[in-house]
């Protein structure tokens, strides 16, 4: 399976503090083709360490005057924490001298803003990358780091496996690239179930093969799904018998095929706690029930003595009792310490029918739209959404204030006499 065709894309990082120059690059970077672009933007160095921690970046776009840094140590600063990633900085005009000092401290390239296109951006981004692989040895493209979702349910009947399945399917929608979607709640065989996958393989063939595993043989054990690749759990009374060290081998193998890899890990027990060193996210689907919280604060302690950083910790809450008072958000972010990156509605009766035809919840639905909000915070989309947003919203906002204040305007200007 060629894993850098045109469905894995360049991921840009961009740390620029200007919202309409940001909105400008993904113009950019929206029309450009073969290869296209994922941007993920942040607007301070801060975030854009945090950002680099998670993984899957191919390149930085680098303003050096932020809000939290300015100048040269600016550079050095994310180039301290970012030492197998290529930089170009984004300078102005009359910044150049220092522009070229960032190269002689191993920046890759700089682009002058003011003088900047859309083909100058794209040809400097693709010949930065590919002159830095070649100096380095580093991987070609399409095989960065993987973005390692887990997917944990509180306790059972919390809606884990629905979850993954459509957060997978999301992730490939979004992102446009290959997504492994692995079914490691071994003894169930729901995954495969949901997303309509009937195969007589198994991640269970993976791992007795897993001394000679390779990309073939992958391919043999995965089956597509919208751009999604299934890898099956053997179902009832295989999974107790699975050898934990050749799963780990053969998982830390799989995933190194793609970009993205949503593990549905189904409850946390001993035997798949060594799976979260594979990790860069974990999602905890709980639902809104006391029994359910309370084995989600729990989970919670096991994720971060597992190696999840709590940072990394989204909590999704199911709302499975539509007679039930949903919990303040607030509440649970106080008794809980990590984000609460959805809330889902009940949808009880739109769900089991989605179940019963082997089908994911309709794209229409509030279900999958929120979920689909949780896929794009991941990918770093929905933040650049909401910042594109601002400079339309102020200059509405700047419009209407004009417009509000015009009449007193008139009346005052004809109430003054002739000069």
């Known amino acids: 399976m060629p894993m850098n065709g045109p469905l894995n894309r360049l991921s840009v990082l961009l740390v620029e503090d200007d919202p309409d120059y940001a909105t400008l690059v993904q113009q950019w970077l929206d029309g450009a083709r073969d290869p296209g672009f994922v941007l993920n933007w942040t607007e301070s160095l801060s975030s854009a360490m945090s950002r680099l921690a998670r993984g899957g970046i ?49 920046g890759e390239d700089y682009l002058v803003k003011s003088t900047c296109t859309r083909d100058l951006l794209v040809r400097n981004i693709t010949h930065a990358i590919a002159r830095y692989r070649r100096q380095t040895g580093a991987h070609a493209a399409g095989d960065p780091k993987t973005r390692v979702v887990a997917v944990v349910g509180a306790k059972g009947g919390t809606g884990t496996t629905t979850v993954a399945c459509t957060l997978a399917a999301e992730l490939r929608r979004q992102s446009d690239a290959a997504v492994l979607l692995a079914d490691l709640d071994l003894d169930s065989g729901i995954v495969g179930f949901l997303m309509g996958v009937n195969s007589r393989f198994s991640i269970l063939d993976a791992v007795q093969n897993v001394e000679r595993l390779d990309s073939t043989f992958w391919e043999g054990v995965v089956t597509e799904v919208g751009g999604v690749h299934v890898a099956p759990s053997p179902g009832l009374g295989h999974g107790g018998d699975m050898d934990q060290p050749s799963l780990l081998k053969a998982i830390k193998f799989a995933i190194g095929l793609y970009k993205w890899a949503v593990l549905d890990l189904g409850r946390l027990r001993g035997s798949n706690l060594a799976l979260l060193e594979l990790a860069t996210e974990a999602v905890l689907v709980t639902t809104d029930s006391i029994a359910s919280l309370h084995e989600a604060k729990r989970a919670i302690e096991v994720l971060c003595a597992g190696g999840v950083y709590r940072e990394r910790i989204h909590l999704l809450v199911n709302h499975v009792d539509e007679a039930a008072e949903m919990l303040p958000t607030s509440d649970l972010v106080k ?58 919203l102020m200059s509405f906002l700047t419009g209407t204030k004009r417009r509000e204040s015009a009449p007193n305007e008139a009346a005052t200007c004809s109430s003054r006499p002739n000069a």
């Not at 170009?88 to 190269?103: K, W, Y």
């Not at 949808?347 to 896929?375: D, N, T």
Request: charged letters at 25%; proline letters at 5%.
């Open 58 to 106: 191919d390149i930085v776009l680098l303003d050096l005057g932020l809000p939290d840094s300015h100048g040269i140590e600016t550079f050095l600063a994310l180039r301290s924490r970012c030492s197998g990633v290529p930089v170009i900085v984004l300078s102005s005009a009359d910044s150049e001298a220092l522009a070229l000092q960032t190269i002689r401290h191993g």
């Open 335 to 392: 008794l809980f310490g990590v984000e609460v990156c959805a809330r889902l509605p009940y949808e009880g009766e739109a769900l089991s029918s989605a179940l019963i035809e082997r089908k994911l919840p309709a794209e229409s639905s509030a279900f999958r739209s929120k979920i689909r909000s949780v896929a794009r915070k991941l990918l770093g989309l929905e933040e650049l959404k909401r910042r594109r947003m601002i400079p339309g």
